[in-house]
């Protein structure tokens, strides 16, 4: 199975920045997608930024100007850098991977979450 290293999380006041990682195996095939999501406390799971196999990237609507995904030369690490963050940017991201591995074949995962918290 396929296990994905995330870090970054932690407090930050209202209008700091904050940087997250992902890290995916190295020895895995190809990944089609990586990103970042996102839940807050009664809300529904949404698109913080990905990043495609061509490179290209989308970003939800919320943090568009304010956040950067980026990739490591091998591909396999993605960053994402969150700036002005605010308060409603408080919640658990989570690091999704689409791919494919050489023993498994097609996978889609997710990390096992990282709080950020946004102080006012």
């Known amino acids: 199975q396929v296990h994905l290293v995330e870090s970054g999380g932690g407090l930050v006041q209202a209008g700091g920045s904050l940087e997250l990682s992902c890290a995916a195996p190295?020895?895995?095939?190809?990944?089609?997608?990586m990103g970042w999501y996102r839940q807050a406390p009664g809300k529904q799971r949404e698109l913080v930024a990905i990043?495609?196999?061509?490179?290209?990237?989308n970003y939800g609507e919320s943090v568009k100007g304010r956040c950067t995904i980026s990739r490591d030369n091998v591909e396999t690490t993605i960053h994402l850098q969150m700036n002005r963050l605010k308060p409603e940017d408080t919640a658990t991201y989570y690091c999704?991977?689409?791919?494919?591995?050489?023993?498994?074949?097609?996978?889609?995962?997710w990390g096992q979450g990282t709080l950020v918290t946004v102080s006012s």
């Open positions: 999704h991977v689409v791919g494919s591995d050489y023993l498994q074949g097609y996978f889609d995962v």
């Open positions: 990043i495609v196999s061509g490179g290209g990237t």
């Open positions: 190295t020895n895995i095939h190809s990944i089609n997608i």
